[in-house]
Protein backbone atom coordinates (compact mmCIF):
# COMPACT_ATOMS: atom_id res chain seq x y z
CA UNK A 1 0.00 0.00 0.00
CA UNK A 2 1.66 3.18 -1.16
CA UNK A 3 2.41 6.23 1.45
CA UNK A 4 1.07 9.60 0.10
CA UNK A 5 2.33 12.38 2.44
CA UNK A 6 1.64 16.11 2.38
CA UNK A 7 4.06 18.61 3.79
CA UNK A 8 2.62 22.12 4.47
CA UNK A 9 3.94 25.28 6.67
CA UNK A 10 5.50 28.48 5.18
CA UNK A 11 8.17 29.23 3.27
CA UNK A 12 11.39 28.96 5.94
CA UNK A 13 9.05 26.13 8.00
CA UNK A 14 12.07 23.48 6.93
CA UNK A 15 9.29 21.41 4.62
CA UNK A 16 12.17 20.72 2.29
CA UNK A 17 14.87 19.20 3.99
CA UNK A 18 12.33 17.12 6.11
CA UNK A 19 10.85 16.20 3.18
CA UNK A 20 13.96 15.24 1.52
CA UNK A 21 14.94 13.03 4.94
CA UNK A 22 11.46 11.51 4.85
CA UNK A 23 11.53 10.83 1.47
CA UNK A 24 15.36 9.11 1.76
CA UNK A 25 13.97 7.13 5.06
CA UNK A 26 11.12 5.47 3.81
CA UNK A 27 12.29 5.69 -0.06
CA UNK A 28 9.75 7.53 -1.22
CA UNK A 29 10.30 9.88 -4.22
CA UNK A 30 9.82 13.75 -2.84
CA UNK A 31 8.17 16.13 -5.40
CA UNK A 32 8.88 19.76 -5.05
CA UNK A 33 6.98 22.14 -7.26
CA UNK A 34 9.27 24.59 -6.38
CA UNK A 35 12.33 22.36 -7.25
CA UNK A 36 10.42 21.67 -10.51
CA UNK A 37 9.65 25.40 -11.14
CA UNK A 38 13.41 26.17 -10.64
CA UNK A 39 14.67 23.44 -13.05
CA UNK A 40 12.34 24.76 -15.62
CA UNK A 41 13.42 28.43 -15.12
CA UNK A 42 16.70 27.54 -15.80
CA UNK A 43 16.81 25.28 -18.62
CA UNK A 44 14.00 27.64 -20.02
CA UNK A 45 11.26 25.05 -21.20
CA UNK A 46 7.87 26.64 -21.52
CA UNK A 47 6.93 26.11 -18.07
CA UNK A 48 9.93 28.05 -16.72
CA UNK A 49 8.92 30.84 -19.01
CA UNK A 50 5.43 30.83 -17.94
CA UNK A 51 6.57 30.67 -14.21
CA UNK A 52 9.39 32.89 -14.08
CA UNK A 53 7.79 36.84 -13.42
CA UNK A 54 5.53 35.26 -10.50
CA UNK A 55 8.58 33.55 -8.62
CA UNK A 56 10.62 36.65 -9.30
CA UNK A 57 7.92 38.60 -7.08
CA UNK A 58 7.11 35.90 -4.62
CA UNK A 59 4.07 35.30 -5.62
CA UNK A 60 2.18 32.01 -6.36
CA UNK A 61 2.39 30.51 -9.78
CA UNK A 62 -0.91 29.76 -11.80
CA UNK A 63 -3.39 26.93 -9.99
CA UNK A 64 -3.62 25.15 -13.97
CA UNK A 65 0.06 24.94 -14.30
CA UNK A 66 1.48 23.22 -10.68
CA UNK A 67 -1.75 21.23 -11.04
CA UNK A 68 -0.80 19.70 -14.44
CA UNK A 69 3.06 19.62 -13.29
CA UNK A 70 1.92 17.41 -10.08
CA UNK A 71 -0.68 14.98 -12.02
CA UNK A 72 2.22 13.96 -14.73
CA UNK A 73 4.58 13.51 -11.82
CA UNK A 74 2.07 11.53 -9.89
CA UNK A 75 1.59 9.13 -12.75
CA UNK A 76 4.74 7.98 -12.78
CA UNK A 77 5.85 4.76 -10.91
CA UNK A 78 8.44 5.49 -8.44
CA UNK A 79 4.99 7.14 -6.97
CA UNK A 80 3.19 4.27 -6.90
CA UNK A 81 4.78 3.37 -3.64
CA UNK A 82 4.19 6.29 -1.95
CA UNK A 83 5.71 10.59 -2.19
CA UNK A 84 5.74 13.26 -0.11
CA UNK A 85 4.79 16.49 -1.40
CA UNK A 86 6.65 19.54 -0.59
CA UNK A 87 5.28 22.86 -1.74
CA UNK A 88 2.13 21.54 -3.47
CA UNK A 89 -1.06 22.31 -2.63
CA UNK A 90 -0.47 25.69 -1.93
CA UNK A 91 -4.47 26.69 -2.68
CA UNK A 92 -7.80 24.89 -1.83
CA UNK A 93 -8.11 24.89 -5.78
CA UNK A 94 -5.06 22.72 -5.54
CA UNK A 95 -5.58 20.81 -2.41
CA UNK A 96 -9.35 19.66 -3.92
CA UNK A 97 -7.94 18.79 -7.35
CA UNK A 98 -5.42 16.80 -5.91
CA UNK A 99 -8.44 15.22 -3.83
CA UNK A 100 -9.64 14.13 -7.18
CA UNK A 101 -6.52 13.13 -8.32
CA UNK A 102 -5.64 10.71 -5.76
CA UNK A 103 -8.12 7.19 -5.45
CA UNK A 104 -8.19 7.50 -1.59
CA UNK A 105 -8.06 10.77 -0.28
CA UNK A 106 -9.01 9.71 3.04
CA UNK A 107 -5.07 7.75 3.39
CA UNK A 108 -3.16 10.70 2.52
CA UNK A 109 -1.47 11.90 5.70
CA UNK A 110 -1.16 16.02 6.02
CA UNK A 111 1.90 17.19 8.34
CA UNK A 112 2.04 20.70 8.83
CA UNK A 113 5.08 22.67 9.89
CA UNK A 114 4.70 25.22 12.65
CA UNK A 115 6.95 27.93 13.03
CA UNK A 116 6.83 31.71 14.41
CA UNK A 117 7.50 34.48 11.40
CA UNK A 118 10.61 36.02 13.10
CA UNK A 119 12.18 33.02 13.01
CA UNK A 120 10.82 32.29 9.40
CA UNK A 121 12.21 35.51 8.35
CA UNK A 122 15.73 34.84 10.41
CA UNK A 123 16.16 31.41 8.40
CA UNK A 124 15.29 32.39 4.96
CA UNK A 125 17.81 35.48 5.10
CA UNK A 126 20.21 33.67 5.90
CA UNK A 127 19.79 30.17 4.08
CA UNK A 128 21.95 29.22 1.19
CA UNK A 129 21.45 26.34 -1.14
CA UNK A 130 23.17 24.49 -3.56
CA UNK A 131 23.38 26.05 -7.33
CA UNK A 132 23.81 22.23 -8.45
CA UNK A 133 21.43 19.91 -6.51
CA UNK A 134 18.88 22.45 -4.86
CA UNK A 135 20.06 20.94 -1.22
CA UNK A 136 19.94 23.54 1.98
CA UNK A 137 23.38 24.06 3.07
CA UNK A 138 24.05 22.19 6.53
CA UNK A 139 22.79 24.20 9.15
CA UNK A 140 25.41 27.00 10.40
CA UNK A 141 27.31 26.40 7.00
CA UNK A 142 28.24 30.03 5.77
CA UNK A 143 30.33 28.99 2.38
CA UNK A 144 30.37 25.96 -0.02
CA UNK A 145 30.86 23.54 -0.63
CA UNK A 146 27.14 21.68 -0.93
CA UNK A 147 28.42 18.71 1.22
CA UNK A 148 25.83 16.75 -1.22
CA UNK A 149 27.14 16.90 -4.29
CA UNK A 150 30.30 19.60 -4.26
CA UNK A 151 28.20 22.21 -5.79
CA UNK A 152 28.14 26.51 -4.89
CA UNK A 153 26.28 27.91 -2.59
CA UNK A 154 24.47 30.60 -2.97
CA UNK A 155 21.23 32.66 -2.00
CA UNK A 156 17.66 32.01 -3.65
CA UNK A 157 16.53 35.20 -5.65
CA UNK A 158 13.66 34.91 -3.87
CA UNK A 159 15.06 34.83 -0.38
CA UNK A 160 15.84 38.78 -0.32
CA UNK A 161 13.98 40.84 2.06
CA UNK A 162 10.97 42.05 0.47
CA UNK A 163 10.66 39.09 -1.42
CA UNK A 164 10.52 36.97 1.25
CA UNK A 165 8.31 39.47 3.16
CA UNK A 166 5.90 39.06 -0.38
CA UNK A 167 6.07 35.16 0.34
CA UNK A 168 5.03 35.30 3.98
CA UNK A 169 2.12 37.49 2.83
CA UNK A 170 1.21 35.16 -0.16
CA UNK A 171 1.20 32.45 2.91
CA UNK A 172 -0.77 33.63 4.80
CA UNK A 173 -3.51 34.69 2.19
CA UNK A 174 -3.77 31.99 -0.20
CA UNK A 175 -2.23 28.85 1.75
CA UNK A 176 -3.06 28.91 5.54
CA UNK A 177 -6.76 28.24 4.31
CA UNK A 178 -5.57 24.71 3.83
CA UNK A 179 -4.55 23.85 7.27
CA UNK A 180 -8.18 24.62 8.32
CA UNK A 181 -9.26 23.03 4.90
CA UNK A 182 -7.81 19.59 6.07
CA UNK A 183 -7.71 19.77 9.85
CA UNK A 184 -10.55 17.94 10.31
CA UNK A 185 -9.34 14.89 8.84
CA UNK A 186 -7.51 11.98 11.34
CA UNK A 187 -4.96 11.84 9.10
CA UNK A 188 -4.17 15.98 10.04
CA UNK A 189 -0.81 16.34 12.16
CA UNK A 190 0.76 19.70 13.49
CA UNK A 191 4.60 19.58 14.45
CA UNK A 192 6.68 22.02 16.14
CA UNK A 193 9.05 23.52 13.53
CA UNK A 194 11.03 25.75 15.83
CA UNK A 195 13.18 22.95 17.29
CA UNK A 196 16.56 21.90 15.88
CA UNK A 197 15.96 19.50 12.87
CA UNK A 198 16.67 16.13 14.38
CA UNK A 199 13.94 16.99 16.61
CA UNK A 200 11.40 17.74 13.98
CA UNK A 201 12.42 14.91 12.16
CA UNK A 202 11.94 12.57 14.90
CA UNK A 203 8.18 14.37 15.98
CA UNK A 204 7.25 13.85 12.15
CA UNK A 205 8.19 10.06 12.17
CA UNK A 206 6.24 9.91 15.33
CA UNK A 207 3.13 11.57 14.10
CA UNK A 208 2.91 9.75 10.86
CA UNK A 209 3.46 6.83 12.13
CA UNK A 210 -0.45 7.64 14.52
CA UNK A 211 -1.69 9.15 11.25
CA UNK A 212 -1.02 6.20 9.06
CA UNK A 213 -2.53 3.80 11.93
CA UNK A 214 -5.53 5.81 11.65
CA UNK A 215 -5.67 5.78 7.55
CA UNK A 216 -5.26 2.30 7.91
CA UNK A 217 -1.97 1.66 5.89
CA UNK A 218 0.10 -1.11 7.11
CA UNK A 219 3.11 -1.00 10.02
CA UNK A 220 5.39 -2.07 7.51
CA UNK A 221 5.60 1.20 5.38
CA UNK A 222 6.22 3.49 8.28
CA UNK A 223 9.15 1.96 10.00
P1 LIG B 1 9.22 26.98 -2.94
O1 LIG B 1 10.57 26.47 -3.32
O2 LIG B 1 8.26 25.88 -2.56
O3 LIG B 1 9.28 28.08 -1.91
O4 LIG B 1 8.60 27.65 -4.26
C1 LIG B 1 9.23 28.72 -4.91
C2 LIG B 1 8.23 29.46 -5.77
O5 LIG B 1 7.69 28.58 -6.77
C3 LIG B 1 7.02 30.00 -5.04
O6 LIG B 1 7.25 31.27 -4.43
C4 LIG B 1 5.99 30.09 -6.17
O7 LIG B 1 6.25 31.21 -7.01
C5 LIG B 1 6.31 28.85 -6.98
N1 LIG B 1 5.54 27.68 -6.52
C6 LIG B 1 6.03 26.53 -5.96
N2 LIG B 1 5.04 25.67 -5.67
C7 LIG B 1 3.88 26.27 -6.04
C8 LIG B 1 2.50 25.90 -5.97
N3 LIG B 1 2.11 24.73 -5.45
N4 LIG B 1 1.59 26.79 -6.44
C9 LIG B 1 1.96 27.96 -6.99
N5 LIG B 1 3.23 28.39 -7.05
C10 LIG B 1 4.20 27.56 -6.58
Do not use: W
Not at 92 to 105: C, E, F, G, N, Y
Not at 143 to 164: E, F, W
Not at 206 to 223: C, E, N, P
Amino acid sequence: MALPLIILGPPGAGKGTQAARFAARHEIPKISTGDILREAVQSGTEIGLRAKASMDRGELVGDDLVIGIVEERLRRPDARVGFILDGFPRTVPQAKSLDAIMTDRSSMIVVDIVVPVDELVRRLTIRLVCSACGANAEPGQTASPCVRCGGTLMQRSDDTGSVVRERLQVYNRQTRPLVEYYRSRPTFCSIDGAQPPDQVAMAIEGAVKVAARSAGLTDGLVQ
